[in-house]
């Protein structure tokens, strides 16, 4: 029964790692369409989508499976209960990144954001791409290094994503009232995507090293 026990924790763990990585794919995909205008690539992400929800669903159910059956204690149950909270953040993640590719498929074959934004906003999702694949490594290898990279990059998206109010509330700002929105809902997109990654972070850097890593004061 432990043999079995411990297949299924690898089970958990795999499936995890292979959510991150459709994660990371459909950000990076997402970005590309939204920076480009390329209404394919985003119908591509949209499409996909359920593949991720699928995913998070078949893993939660083996989840529930293992404490209904096997009823673990101690770090087995932490392991447990963790992967189901981290799939629910990566099934987040993917949503995010269809969010990216929603905005991308509306406005073409404009592109989404005024010349002056789109540094900012390709930078945030090259990012958010490397922080998604960082992240698979995480959960394949619980390198906790990976976990200070991953919230070392956080902090430069938070930066970027309140550069973008910045500009869409200055002076200068020269946007319709639609690139206002567009602007702030993708930069918020972004930015939302890095916090659930750091989040999936602590979590396995706590399962890692039974550390918990406080947020930081405001």
């Known amino acids: 029964m432990r043999e079995v ?20 794919d ?4 997402a970005t590309t369409a939204f920076n480009e205008s390329n209404v394919a690539l985003a119908e591509e992400v949209i499409a996909d ?22 009823q673990p204690v101690a770090r087995d149950l932490r392991i447990v209960v963790s ?10 993640m993917g949503d995010m990144a269809t969010h ?41 290898t619980q390198d906790v290094e990976l976990a200070d990279q991953i919230r070392n990059e956080d902090d430069l998206v938070d930066d970027l994503h ?9 002076q200068s700002w020269k946007g319709e009232a639609s690139d206002t929105v567009d602007a702030t809902l993708a930069s ?12 999936i972070a602590k ?9 918990w890593v406080p947020e930081p004061a405001n």
């Open 162 to 170: 309140l550069s973008v109010f910045d500009k869409v509330l200055g």
């Open 100 to 140: 990216i590719a929603q905005l991308a498929r509306y406005r073409y074959p404009d592109k989404v954001v005024p010349k002056s934004l789109r540094p900012t906003m390709a930078e945030m999702g090259r990012l958010d791409v490397e922080m998604a694949r960082k992240l698979a490594e995480l959960l394949d």
């Open 49 to 70: 989508d359920h593949l991720i929800d699928a995913r998070a669903v078949a893993l939660d159910e083996l989840a529930i499976t293992i404490l209904a059956r096997q």
């Open 83 to 92: 992967a189901l909270r981290i799939s629910a953040s990566l099934e987040r």
């Open 188 to 199: 918020r997109y972004l930015e939302r995507f890095a916090d659930h990654a750091v989040a």
């Open 26 to 29: 459909a950000m990076e995909k």
């Open 203 to 211: 979590k396995v850097q706590y399962l890692a090293t039974g550390d």
């Open 5 to 24: 026990f411990q297949q299924e924790l690898h089970e958990v763990q795999t499936g995890l790692v292979e959510i991150a990585r459709l994660v990371a």
